[in-house]
């Protein structure tokens, strides 16, 4: 005789068969939220704290590379000062970048990447420079050795990249006072770079505007081969901030 009240072990075969079709759609739904608070998360990171850009030419040779990702650090200027010998990201002033320069279409793969940080899709909008001198600093080029001097003090300067047989720290003599709220930034790849010493023609006389940095570039995250940290070499420095004091 039999108890029709207990469960057959057909019912108990679609009861384990419904529990775990429930198992998987939790699983599945907690993986989206995680997914997409991660993406979130990411987003805001991206926009407020730190975000990537490729390197699209050769003016800091050797210190970058072309391809090189670095990752910049969008705190500084926002909320930390800026110093001499940053290697700084920033929109261009006003005539630095070619005007007919085509813009490619960034497509859905790059475009989910560069929330995360690992596609950098408007790189070819933005400038990579070294400062060189800050607000009310004087700067000049060339001294007898070729070299920049910043307040009076020459630089000596282990990161610049010079064509054989040149000494001279830059493509053009100058001599310059850089306003209040400006920038006077240089490539390393100092015969080989559109920097402020060669935009002096322009509306803007060479300068950056601090407004227009959009972060300090921290590290070289890509190629793995090429991974370290940038420096701002301040003993490079020092000399023309005792000077400014």
């Known amino acids: 005789m039999t108890d029709e009240s207990l469960p057959t072990r057909s019912d108990r075969s679609a009861a384990a068969k ?10 599945l739904r907690d993986l989206v939220i995680i997914f997409l608070v991660a993406i979130l998360v990411s987003f805001l ?22 391809n090189d990702l670095i990752i910049v650090n969008e ?10 010998g940053d290697v700084v990201v920033f929109t261009d002033p006003g005539g630095w970048l070619p005007a007919n320069m085509e813009k490619s279409d960034t497509n859905p793969i790059e475009w989910a990447l560069s929330l995360v940080g690992l596609a950098a899709p408007d790189s070819d909008d933005h400038l990579v420079k070294r400062v060189i001198g800050l607000p009310g600093d004087k700067v000049s080029c060339c001294n007898a050795l070729g070299q920049l001097s910043v307040n009076g003090s020459p630089l000596n300067e282990p990161y610049v990249k010079l064509p054989p047989g040149d000494s001279e720290a830059a ?20 015969h080989n770079s559109q920097d402020s010493s060669l935009n002096q023609n ?44």
């Open 171 to 190: 493509a053009v003599h100058f001599s310059v006072t850089v306003p209040k709220g400006k920038l006077w930034v240089m490539g390393d790849n100092r």
């Open 45 to 66: 990171i991206k926009t407020f704290v730190v975000r990537s850009f490729y390197i699209p030419s050769g003016s800091m040779e050797n210190t970058l590379q072309i």
């Open 18 to 27: 419904k529990n775990k079709q429930r198992s998987l759609k939790l699983f």
């Open 202 to 245: 322009l509306p803007g006389k060479g300068f950056v505007p601090e407004k227009d940095v959009v972060g300090r570039a921290i590290v070289i995250s890509w190629p793995i081969s090429h991974w370290t940290w940038l420096s701002n070499y301040p003993d490079v420095f020092r000399g023309a901030e005792e000077e400014s004091k």
């Open 75 to 84: 705190l500084e200027p926002k909320l930390m000062p800026i110093h001499h």
